[in-house]
């Protein structure tokens, strides 16, 4: 067949992974070949990436993809994707200054403040409709400007855009990714340049935008080398944020989605739940920012409407520190007995920034709910079903105040991608707490999605997204959820608890 092979790197908080993607006209499949695991470094104070270690990953996994490509060694071509937001700095020589730094570290504490003073809270979101997170980009650099590392850099290169320099020598900034630095106007899909001036941000670090199906370069003789492929291996910008290509690979029914006469409701899961609708528009009027909601740039020209929840790393955090303290912390034991334990006991609200730093994650549910007013869990059971049916309560609220924010009509149902997708539970709450029938698939979305905008672009495929994402429709088995329909006043007076 005409099918043709494509490696996409997804690096996630976690682990990372390559995949070998096989796509051609009305074809489409994937195989994860690497997986490695991503381990932040704290040294000192600070909170690191390892990326040295991911970039060692994608080198083996994209040698094990090229073992497995027909003929050995050819990929079509190569696609990064990654967690947004962080960024490495290149001195004068293009040398690395130091490891990233890790969006959960504390240095950005205070630095909305220093913004505001600055620009007001009403005119950044006006300009750049980001919601407020303590992590954004430009929080990080007024962290970080004044530092001696700082004062030394030349270039800024998003998480992705530093892979794929590492593997081409060129240098470019991804669209998508960049809209979550909160310097792009989602309006012009540009830089913003008042809120650059007035933060006194330079914008000459970042090199030049590129966008989704744009070429990125050729690996290097060096890479080729030490990977056994064979060259000319061309890398394509995808939605190299991986929440853009966990939407893009959404299986919406055609009809769902940016422009179209249906709502593509998503939920992407994995370390973050990432509720919200596709739109073909920002939306950046003051209740949408006092709502939190983020217009994050998609492929295609869609705009992710959505808001964070703090999703699994609540559940891996809590197993995190019952195996430190030496008890049973599986995952399989754990969720079946979440799934008998007490529903709706207690929840806490998974919105809340209040989760973001690591550790004690047991104890600081415990006393969210003691906070609140209700019982704490007892034990780990009923700490797991606390998590299960918070997030599930979360994507509710979230997806409801999206739909009115937005003025949309009521999704037909919601998909709930990524790593979450193995959790039946999670999706089955999800879909009473929603009232709305749940379809759970692919857990690799944003792999799927990273290979259908590389595969368009060397001429593999062809369409729009309704087109591409009738491809993943067949690619992969997909669960429904019916939502148990009489249980919707549990959920509402769940809400009512927590938020009055
Ligand atoms: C998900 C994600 C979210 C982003 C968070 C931090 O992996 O990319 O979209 O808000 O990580 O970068």
């Given at each position: 067949s005409?099918?043709?092979?494509?490696?996409?790197?997804?690096?996630?908080?976690?682990?990372?992974r390559?995949?070998?993607?096989?796509?051609?006209?009305?074809?489409?499949?994937l195989?994860?070949?690497?997986?490695?695991?991503?381990?932040?470094?704290?040294?000192?104070?600070?909170l690191?990436?390892?990326?040295?270690?991911?970039?060692?990953?994608?080198?083996d996994g994209?040698?094990?993809?090229g073992r497995?490509?027909?003929?050995?060694?050819?990929?079509?071509?190569?696609?990064?994707?990654?967690?947004?937001?962080?960024?490495?700095?290149?001195d004068?020589?293009?040398?690395?200054?130091?490891?990233?730094?890790?969006?959960?570290d504390?240095?950005t504490?205070?630095?909305?403040?220093?913004?505001?003073?600055?620009?007001?809270?009403?005119?950044?979101?006006?300009?750049?409709?980001?919601?407020?997170?303590?992590?954004?980009?430009?929080?990080?650099?007024?962290a970080?400007?004044?530092?001696?590392?700082?004062?030394?850099?030349?270039?800024?290169?998003?998480?992705?855009?530093?892979?794929?320099?590492?593997?081409?020598?060129?240098?470019?900034?991804?669209?998508?990714?960049?809209?979550?630095?909160q310097?792009?106007?989602?309006?012009?899909?540009?830089?913003?340049?008042?809120?650059?001036?007035?933060?006194?941000?330079?914008?000459?670090?970042?090199?030049?935008?590129?966008r989704?199906?744009d070429?990125?370069?050729?690996?290097?003789?060096?890479?080729?080398?030490?990977?056994?492929?064979?060259?000319?291996?061309?890398?394509?910008?995808?939605?190299?944020?991986?929440?853009?290509?966990?939407?893009?690979?959404?299986?919406?029914?055609?009809?769902?989605?940016?422009?179209?006469p249906?709502t593509?409701?998503?939920?992407?899961?994995?370390?973050?739940?990432?509720?919200?609708?596709e739109?073909?528009?920002?939306?950046l009027?003051?209740?949408?920012?006092?709502?939190?909601?983020?217009?994050?740039?998609?492929?295609?020209g869609t705009?992710?409407?959505?808001?964070?929840?703090?999703?699994?790393?609540?559940?891996?955090?809590?197993?995190?520190?019952?195996?430190?303290?030496?008890?049973?912390?599986?995952?399989?034991?754990?969720?079946a007995?979440?799934?008998?334990?007490e529903?709706?006991?207690?929840?806490v609200?998974?919105?809340?920034?209040?989760?973001?730093?690591?550790?004690?994650?047991?104890?600081?549910?415990?006393?969210?709910?003691?906070?609140?007013?209700?019982?704490?869990?007892?034990?780990?059971?009923?700490?797991?079903?606390?998590?299960?049916?918070?997030?599930?309560?979360?994507?509710?609220?979230?997806?409801?105040?999206?739909?009115?924010?937005?003025?949309?009509?009521?999704p037909r149902?919601?998909h709930?991608?990524?790593?979450?997708?193995?959790?039946?539970?999670?999706?089955?709450?999800?879909?009473?707490?929603?009232?709305?029938?749940?379809?759970?698939?692919?857990?690799e979305?944003?792999?799927?999605?990273?290979?259908?905008?590389?595969?368009?672009?060397?001429?593999?495929?062809?369409?729009?997204?309704?087109?591409?994402r009738?491809?993943?429709?067949?690619?992969?088995?997909?669960?429904?959820?019916?939502?148990?329909?009489d249980?919707?006043?549990?959920?509402?007076?769940?809400e009512?608890?927590?938020?009055?």
């Amino acid at each position: 067949s005409g099918a043709r092979f494509f490696a996409a790197v997804d690096l996630g908080a976690t682990s990372g992974r390559v995949m070998l993607g096989r796509a051609g006209p009305g074809e489409l499949s994937l195989t994860e070949v690497h997986r490695f695991p991503n381990r932040p470094v704290r040294t000192g104070a600070t909170l690191h990436w390892d990326i040295l270690a991911l970039y060692r990953g994608v080198l083996d996994g994209l040698r094990e993809a090229g073992r497995r490509a027909v003929p050995a060694g050819r990929l079509d071509g190569i696609g990064i994707d990654s967690w947004a937001v962080d960024y490495g700095l290149l001195d004068a020589d293009g040398a690395l200054l130091g490891n990233p730094v890790h969006y959960r570290d504390g240095r950005t504490e205070g630095m909305a403040d220093r913004a505001a003073a600055a620009l007001p809270p009403e005119q950044l979101y006006a300009e750049t409709g980001v919601q407020h997170l303590p992590f954004n980009t430009v929080y990080q650099l007024l962290a970080a400007c004044g530092g001696a590392q700082f004062a030394a850099a030349r270039r800024l290169l998003l998480i992705p855009d530093l892979i794929a320099y590492w593997l081409t020598g060129r240098a470019g900034t991804e669209l998508t990714n960049a809209s979550t630095t909160q310097l792009i106007d989602p309006r012009t899909r540009d830089w913003s340049r008042p809120v650059a001036r007035a933060l006194g941000i330079d914008l000459a670090l970042f090199p030049p935008l590129r966008r989704p199906g744009d070429p990125a370069g050729e690996l290097l003789p060096e890479v080729l080398a030490e990977t056994g492929l064979t060259g000319p291996v061309p890398v394509t910008a995808v939605g190299s944020h991986d929440t853009a290509s966990a939407v893009a690979g959404v299986p919406a029914a055609a009809g769902a989605g940016a422009g179209g006469p249906d709502t593509l409701a998503y939920i992407a899961t994995g370390t973050w739940s990432l509720a919200g609708l596709e739109l073909d528009h920002p939306v950046l009027g003051e209740e949408s920012r006092r709502a939190n909601f983020t217009n994050e740039l998609g492929v295609d020209g869609t705009v992710r409407y959505l808001r964070n929840i703090m999703g699994l790393w609540l559940l891996e955090e809590c197993r995190r520190a019952w195996a430190a303290a030496g008890r049973p912390a599986e995952l399989e034991p754990l969720l079946a007995a979440a799934a008998g334990a007490e529903p709706l006991r207690s929840v806490v609200d998974a919105g809340s920034a209040e989760f973001l730093a690591p550790g004690r994650m047991p104890e600081r549910i415990a006393a969210a709910c003691r906070r609140t007013g209700q019982p704490e869990p007892r034990d780990a059971a009923e700490t797991v079903r606390c998590v299960l049916d918070s997030l599930a309560l979360a994507h509710r609220r979230t997806l409801a105040e999206a739909v009115r924010l937005a003025a949309r009509p009521r999704p037909r149902t919601v998909h709930i991608v990524g790593g979450g997708v193995r959790n039946e539970l999670l999706c089955q709450l999800t879909a009473d707490a929603c009232g709305l029938p749940v379809t759970a698939g692919p857990a690799e979305a944003a792999a799927f999605g990273n290979v259908l905008v590389q595969a368009r672009a060397a001429g593999a495929v062809s369409g729009g997204l309704a087109g591409l994402r009738g491809l993943l429709r067949t690619a992969q088995p997909l669960r429904h959820h019916e939502p148990v329909r009489d249980h919707g006043h549990r959920w509402r007076q769940a809400e009512e608890r927590l938020h009055g």
